[in-house]
């Protein structure tokens, strides 16, 4: 199972529609269509958003359960996150 079959059996999980979970993460319907079949990866800040909507983050990425309620999915995406944000301000000092 990849990354998009993890989200998408996510967000069934939870009840979520494409475009309810993609209104929660900041992304249009087809975006979230596109995370789930693989077309597209989401972002960390999508990630984070959608790991306080309770969707296992840590799952998605890497196929294996949350442990604390969570808790560890949202250190995931707050870690993504920061990641994101360095490789962010990396290009623009290089630039």
Not at 8 to 16: N, Q, S
Not at 52 to 78: H, P, W, Y
Request: proline share 1%.
């Amino acid at each position: 199972m990849n990354i998009g079959a993890r989200l998408k059996a996510e967000r069934v999980r939870l009840g979520y529609s494409q475009a309810a979970l993609g209104k929660v993460g900041g992304v249009e319907t087809n975006a979230q269509g596109r995370y789930e079949n693989g077309v597209r990866f989401p972002r960390a800040d999508y990630l984070a958003l959608i790991a306080a909507a309770g969707i296992d983050v840590l799952f998605v990425i890497t196929g294996k359960r949350s442990k604390n309620d969570n808790a560890d999915s949202a250190k995931a995406a707050e870690a993504l996150d920061s990641a994101t944000e360095c490789l962010e301000k990396a290009k623009e000092l290089i630039h």
